[in-house]
């Protein structure tokens, strides 16, 4: 755009009071609302979309291989130990497989604790063990013919590729941000909505004047730029107050998080692109209310005649 | 303009509103370029519809207008604003726009038409001048009496140089002495080349001017001659207003 356009497009004439108009007073309240919850919407779109990442990231090429206890007493922790340290040798002479890992009983009891209390330490329970196995990404190993011949080698072992429970939840987590993007495109219609219905109202109420521009020889844009213009500053202030409100809130949802994230769910932040993007909203919004306003009053006037 | 042509062309032209009866039946006339003509008949005769159907405001139900040579049925959508900018009205009830100064009200024309914001300025500041509205440049309509506000709806109405001046009852609102002042302003914009046509019912009042009339009768407009054509002498300021 121009610097003669951007200047006009702001600098429309005033010949239409529309700013006296009680929807013009409305219009900055919903299209800020709009803008709170479509901002909202948005970050919990990518939020959603970051943790479904950062699982696929941190569990490709991961396994985790799990050997139940057999037994009961000291023989049994014994011969769980045996393997335990077969299924280490086996596992480290596989090709593919660069790290091998067993986890400690301390870190197992840890990772039990959400489900089963500080008490899993203490309670008899027959705890499993577990060995974190790190694949090459290149290694291209056939995890179904490792699991059957470790299970040959070892009985009561077994592999986890995480496959199964991930997709679960990525197909979760994919639905919530559809969902999320959904309602942000909701908001969007009901925004061009807000726009059709105030232009309207605006051009029945101003009819008077606007036969009286046309009478003057004034074209159908000159007309549309008024309005355009007027939803314009509208939208630019309710936007801005709206993504001021909203960024207010993701803020202080981002300290909450940080003290509130565990294991898998990460921290409520939202990186410096993440906010760009969202500061775009207020724009994007802008944008499409003056061209909603545009084509509604063309569409009007071409109507007219 | 080629003062031997025709400005404004009616041929047979009938209006009814709605499914109303026909306000004009078959009316016929035509008005030279640099005419001044008188359009008068009792209220409610039709004056204000035969003007309306002159600016352009309304279509006939049947017959041709022709305005500046072209047939109004066919002017496309896109070229009306163009045609409408020849033509200036002074409307019955002034239509000023409430929230706008005297002098933005006056500069309409000019501003959608896209003039220089600071030549206009210059220009419309000269014409409240000359019609005698210089302390009143940026006062509202609402602090202006009924002869300003008509002073500012003329001023409004011949700003952009039109070919035809059409006024409605432009001496309804306001005191004889005003509204011979005001007839004598657009006799003045006659002589410098301006076609005029005013409608009114006050006969009396313009039995002063010696000027063609079409008397509008039982639907029927009578056209009293031919156009005498006017003598052009400008006075200064509407000749700098009009970029001369």
């Known amino acids: 755009m121009t610097g003669g356009r951007f200047r006009k497009m702001f600098m429309a004439g005033r010949d239409l009071p529309l700013g006296r108009d009680p929807s013009s007073r409305f219009l900055v309240w919903i299209i800020g609302f709009m803008v709170i919850l479509g901002t909202l919407a948005l970050a919990s779109a990518m939020l959603l979309a970051d943790v479904g990442r950062g699982w696929r990231v941190e569990l490709a090429g991961k396994l985790t291989v799990q050997i139940m206890p057999e037994g009961e007493g000291d023989a049994a922790a014994a011969s769980l130990d045996l393997r335990v340290r077969m299924a280490e040798r086996f596992l480290a002479g596989q090709p593919g497989i660069v790290r091998v890992e067993t986890l400690s009983d301390d870190r197992i009891a840890m990772l039990l604790e959400p489900w089963l209390g500080p008490r899993s330490r203490e309670d008899a329970l027959p705890i499993p063990k577990l060995i974190d196995v790190e694949l090459d990404p290149g290694g291209n190993v056939d995890i179904p013919d490792l699991t059957r011949r470790l299970a040959e080698l070892i009985p009561g072992s077994a592999i986890d590729d995480h496959g199964v429970w991930l997709t679960r939840l990525l197909t979760l987590t994919g639905a919530i941000e559809t969902a999320a993007l959904s309602i942000l495109g909701l908001i969007l219609l009901a925004a061009i909505a807000t726009v059709v219905f105030t232009t309207r109202a605006g051009l029945a109420i101003h009819e008077k004047e606007i036969e009286l521009l046309h009478l003057v020889g004034a074209e159908d844009h000159y007309i549309a730029h008024q309005f355009q213009a007027h939803a314009l500053t509208l939208s630019l202030k309710g936007g801005i107050a709206g993504m001021i409100v909203a960024a207010v809130a993701l803020t202080a949802l981002g300290f909450i998080g940080e003290g509130a994230a565990i294991g898998m769910i990460p921290p409520f932040t939202l990186s410096v692109w993440q906010w760009l993007v969202l500061a775009a909203l207020p724009l994007a919004t802008s944008l499409i209310a003056t061209s909603t306003a545009r084509l509604t009053v063309m569409r009007s006037l071409a109507r007219m005649s | ?244």
């Not at chain 2, 032209?13 to 009316?27: A, C, I, K, N």
């Open chain 2, 1 to 244: 303009m080629d003062r031997k042509k025709d400005i404004v062309r009616f041929q047979n032209v009938g209006m009814r509103y709605g499914l109303g009866p026909e306000v004009f039946h078959d009316v016929s006339f035509g008005v030279k370029a640099g005419a001044f003509r008188f359009v008068v008949g009792p209220s409610g005769a039709g004056k204000s519809t035969l003007l309306k159907l002159m600016y352009l405001a309304h279509r006939p139900s049947r017959g041709l207008i022709h305005m500046f040579g072209h047939d109004t049925a066919t002017v496309a959508r896109k070229n009306m604003p163009a045609m409408r900018r020849r033509i200036g009205v002074v409307f019955q009830d002034f239509r000023l726009i409430d929230h706008l100064s005297a002098l933005d009200n006056v500069a309409l024309p000019l501003r959608v038409a896209g003039a220089n914001e600071q030549q206009l300025r210059e220009h419309v500041a000269e014409l409240l001048r000359w019609v005698g509205l210089e302390n009143e440049i940026h006062s509202l309509p609402s602090r202006l009496s009924g002869g300003q506000q008509q002073r500012v709806a003329i001023a409004r109405a011949v700003i952009g140089r039109p070919d035809l001046l059409l006024a409605d009852e432009p001496a309804g609102n306001v005191d004889d002495a005003i509204a011979m002042r005001i007839l004598y302003l657009l006799e003045e914009l006659n002589k410098i080349g301006t076609t005029v046509v005013i409608a009114t019912h006050n006969e009396a009042l313009i039995s002063r001017f010696k000027f063609p009339q079409l008397r509008i009768k039982d639907g029927r407009v009578l056209d009293s001659g031919a156009d005498p054509g006017a003598s052009i002498t400008a006075p200064s300021a509407v000749a700098k207003a009009r970029g001369s």
